[in-house]
């Protein structure tokens, strides 16, 4: 097997430069380098975030890592931001990042190797550690929650039918195999989990480390984004595909729509972010 891996990131003008900075440094201080950094820049952004692409693009350029950077003329949401990096990767596997968050050393090794082992895996993630963001970037102390993740395909495949099964922050993904069902699609916010639905339709397995793999900033904003009838519909219409395609029954599509619903639409966000972090993380 080729292990050669690109990471895919994505910043826009809204995130913290300070942040992404960490974010890329817990990338290119990982104990098995990538080949490959793309990072999309979706749309234009502040002169900060700039410096700090500056800045590793200089560092980068006498390394045996390619830093690799897409510029997007407007702001084009995540989904398209994630397709177009995804299509920019060059190597057989694609290590998906966020600009926010930060990677334990160790993550990409532990994915090649388990990858290694399970050479029928499409895609291995794992574990997140949440935390609440403090001055000092670096600072994970601020512990929020975890969310732990089924381990094994069957058991990501029976959870996929309830929630969304995998931490898309902690993935690395056989290239051709999300080529072979259409690629990264946008679906609002809802982008990963209409990917790993299209590939577990595909008769493509999936595996989890039982590790923490990434460190995640979250705050209010986090889930204030999680609710709003935009959110509801786009989650009630990934429901709405997995009974079309026989995924799960009328039962289950209608608990599913139901939850969705009140969680979403008619509990307020300071109730939201307290059911979230006790009762949809562990």
Not at 94 to 103: H, K, P, R, T, V
Not at 198 to 222: Q, T, Y
């Amino acid at each position: 097997m080729n292990n050669e891996f690109s990471v895919s990131m994505c910043v826009y003008g809204g995130d913290n430069a300070e942040h992404f900075e960490v974010a890329l440094r817990s990338v290119i201080d990982q104990s098995l380098q990538p080949n490959e950094i793309v990072l999309t820049v979706d749309g234009p952004v502040p002169s900060e975030i700039e410096n700090v692409i500056a800045k590793y693009q200089n560092e980068l350029a006498s390394t045996s890592i390619n830093f690799k950077t897409v510029r997007l003329e407007k702001n084009l949401g995540h989904g398209e931001a994630r397709r177009i990096c995804f299509d920019n990767c060059s190597h057989p596997l694609i290590a998906l990042m966020d600009a926010d968050d930060i990677s334990v050393r160790e993550r990409f090794k532990k994915q090649i190797e388990f990858l290694d082992k399970h050479p029928d895996v499409s895609v291995v993630g794992g574990n997140i550690s949440e935390f609440v963001s403090q001055p000092d970037p670096n600072d994970i102390s601020n512990k929020a929650g975890n969310r732990i993740v089924p381990e094994s395909d069957s058991d990501i495949k029976e959870y996929m039918k309830k929630r969304c099964p995998m931490n898309q922050v902690t993935i690395m993904f056989k290239k051709i195999d999300v080529e072979s069902v259409g690629g990264y699609i946008d679906w609002y916010c809802e982008e990963d989990y209409y990917l790993w639905i299209r590939l577990a339709l595909g008769s493509k397995n999936f595996g989890n480390i039982p590790e923490n793999l990434v460190d995640v900033r979250v705050g209010n904003e986090m889930y204030q984004r999680r609710g709003g009838w935009k959110y509801f519909k786009s989650e009630a219409g990934i429901q709405k595909y997995m009974r079309k395609n026989k995924m799960i029954g009328f039962v289950r599509y209608s608990i599913n729509v139901i939850e969705r619903f009140i969680l979403q639409v008619m509990m307020p966000n300071k109730l939201r972010s307290i059911i979230f972090q006790n009762f949809a993380r562990s």
